[in-house]
């Protein structure tokens, strides 16, 4: 649902900020330990911590509103 959002703001941020996206039914251990029980789940790293976290569709003003303050000038 969000999939072509996230592929628009990567390529729009490219060299600025990695993105990825993740098969949670595949990778239910990696979900299991970020506590991801409904998807779409967003999850922002900044230093390898989680600095915000988002679950549910989302439009993507908002998804690139969740990463904007860490993007480099």
Do not use: T
């Not at 628009?8 to 990778?27: S, W």
């Not at 990696?30 to 998807?39: D, M």
């Amino acid at each position: 649902m969000i999939g072509p959002f996230i592929d628009q703001l990567a390529g729009e941020y490219e060299g600025k900020i990695k993105m990825g996206k993740v098969n949670v039914d595949e990778e239910s251990e990696l979900a299991g330990n970020h506590s991801i029980v409904s998807i779409p789940a967003l999850v922002l790293y900044k230093d390898g911590a989680i600095v915000n976290q988002k679950n549910g569709a989302a439009p993507k003003r908002d998804i690139e509103s969740m990463f904007r303050n860490y993007v480099p000038a």
